[in-house]
């Protein structure tokens, strides 16, 4: 089981897109989340992929065939910038996640 | 929403003591809570997943003789860090499935051991 963000960094100007991407590995259905954490707050959830919705803007679609969950925004705003977290779990509720290592997004005026 | 509360914030302590660290569903109850932790600019890493009633299920790697946790009633689980060396600095952080099924995250412990 494995999450990869390969993006430490990712650094657009405001009204930009964005995509941040995540790939996984999973023996299996895992269920896929999007975290964020903004400076100095707790660990938040963004978005999670059953849930099919947009939250503040952001979607991501699960591609099973290429094993991605990218999370995409037409227009980045300043407020955007936070360090954001890919994460899966093995189906069946009240499992254990697994991060990827993160991607910082810095979204300038 | 449900609220996860960590309880020090922040805590320094000497090489060779025990630390204790608790992590409460504040208007929730959490049979299972998860234990994760963050060294500086990097992800969170499961450490062990707590269970009330029983014994904690511990990751690869981790030590359950030194990281031990406790989860006594549904609304806390408590995680202490025995024999404190400079190496077990770092940002720990706990979490708690709601009704939802989602993941409610506490705020974070700092523990920096000198």
């Known amino acids: 089981q494995r999450v990869t963000q390969p993006e430490k960094l990712l650094s657009v100007f405001k009204g930009a897109p964005v995509e941040l991407k995540c790939n996984y590995s999973y023996s299996g259905s895992p269920e896929l989340f999007w975290y964020v954490q903004y400076s100095r707050q707790r660990l938040q959830l963004l978005l999670r992929h059953i849930s099919r919705e947009s939250i503040k803007g952001f979607t991501a679609d699960l591609n099973k065939g290429e094993t991605s969950f990218h999370l995409k925004k037409p227009f980045a705003q300043e407020e955007d910038s936070a360090m954001y977290y890919c994460?899966?779990?093995?189906?069946?509720?009240?499992?254990?996640?697994?991060f990827g290592a993160g991607t910082r997004l810095a979204v300038h005026p | 929403g449900a609220v996860v509360s960590q309880h020090p914030s922040r805590v320094i302590c000497k090489s060779g003591t025990s630390v204790k660290i608790e992590c409460r569903s504040l208007d929730f109850q959490a049979t299972t809570m998860f234990w994760y932790r963050q060294f500086p600019k990097q992800s969170l890493m499961l450490m062990a997943t707590s269970n009330e009633g029983s014994k904690a299920t511990y990751e690869q790697g981790v030590e359950k003789d030194k990281f031990l946790i406790n989860h006594a009633s549904l609304t806390l689980s408590t995680l202490t860090v025995t024999s404190a060396h400079p190496e077990d600095s770092s940002f720990y952080i706990c979490?708690?499935?709601?009704?939802?099924?989602?993941?409610?995250f506490g705020p974070g412990t700092r523990l920096t051991v000198l």
């Open positions: 979490s708690a499935p709601g009704s939802t099924d989602t993941q409610y």
């Open positions: 994460a899966l779990s093995g189906t069946g509720g009240y499992n254990k996640l697994i």
